[in-house]
């Protein structure tokens, strides 16, 4: 109403002619007055509205982003036991390297089934070895798959966390775009509905409000 009374005020005190340049900083300021108080009256909606529209991208996203964690954090288990593993069988290879040393140097020394006996306990701790090499060997390669596919996961949830921040930053404009066009559309709909206005003038302000607006 206020913006209606000035342009109505402003017309008379032009003899009915379009604004002056001084005029139209007096409209653009009254614009802006009446924009921010409708604004602030739709406030507790436009959060409310919002929020909701947050609440459903949200979960849109969380059960992706939930599935991808969990998938790291199994393949970070995985790739722990594994590592715990090779540790240990290390550990173990290098005892049984102990005990063939010690056996072979025995065997320099012993004769008859003496030494038969520890060339059969050496064969077997080197059969052993062996067996301990291959197994190793393979989680080996498994690890490096699995560290592969960690290094994939990541990649994609940072992706996916990156895309959901966008995706949320768009939605907020796009909802706060249409909100405020909304509010102009009142405004311009008030002009244009002032019945003393000619169409020459109501020209000439829309015309010049839409270029406030797109500033």
Known sequence: QELLTEINKNLESNGGECYTDEMYKDAEREIQKIEKEKKREKEKQRKQELEEI????????????????????????ELEKLHAYQKEKANEM?????????????????????????????????????????????????????????????ETFTKMLDKHTKDMEKARKEYEAKEDEKVREEVRKQIEEIPSLPMRVINSVTGWFSSWWKR
């Open 54 to 77: 947050e609440k459903k991208l949200e979960e849109k996203y969380q059960q992706r982003i939930d599935k991808e964690r969990n998938k790291l954090t199994d393949l970070q288990t």
């Open 94 to 154: 290098a005892n049984l390297m102990k005990e063939v040393e010690g056996y072979e140097k025995q065997l320099k020394e012993s004769k008859g089934d003496e030494k038969k006996n520890l060339q059969q306990t050496i064969e077997m701790l080197r059969n052993e070895l062996v067996t301990i090499k291959e197994s190793t060997s393979k989680r080996e390669r498994k690890i490096e798959d699995i560290e592969k596919a960690k290094q994939e996961s990541e």
